[in-house]
């Protein structure tokens, strides 16, 4: 049984920073592509992050500079460093494993707010 568990969110003061964690299990992690999404109030999931099994990042031009994707295959784990956050960062933030298919977890809240 596949299990993406994030853990790392919370709330924070714009201009801060957080690293999200996600714990894969029930998968071959190190042949995985990881990503992470986020999916704020009233909008659409989007793909903010990812990094290939090869250890190839990508990210969306909004959190450009901002975010760092990393992986751990040792420990079954990607993580998302988050700084110089900003209010239209608030979303639920996903763990996404793909390889023949997407797996999903059941995310994370990240409140940026004053």
């Known amino acids: 049984q596949v299990q993406l568990v994030e853990s790392g969110g919370g709330l924070v003061q714009p201009g801060g920073s957080l690293t999200l964690s996600c714990a894969a299990s029930?998968?071959?992690?190190?042949?995985?592509?990881m990503g992470w999404g986020r999916q704020a109030p009233g909008k659409q999931r989007e793909l903010v992050a990812t990094?290939?099994?090869?250890?190839?990042?990508t990210y969306t031009d909004s959190v450009k500079g901002r975010f760092t994707i990393s992986r751990d295959n040792a420990k079954n784990t990607v993580y998302l460093q988050m700084n110089s956050l900003k209010p239209e960062d608030t979303a639920v933030y996903y763990c996404?494993?793909?390889?023949?298919?997407?797996?999903w977890g059941k995310g994370t809240l990240v409140t940026v707010t004053s």
């Open positions: 990094i290939t099994s090869g250890g190839i990042a």
């Open positions: 996404r494993a793909t390889w023949a298919m997407n797996y």
């Open positions: 029930g998968i071959n992690f190190s042949i995985y592509n």
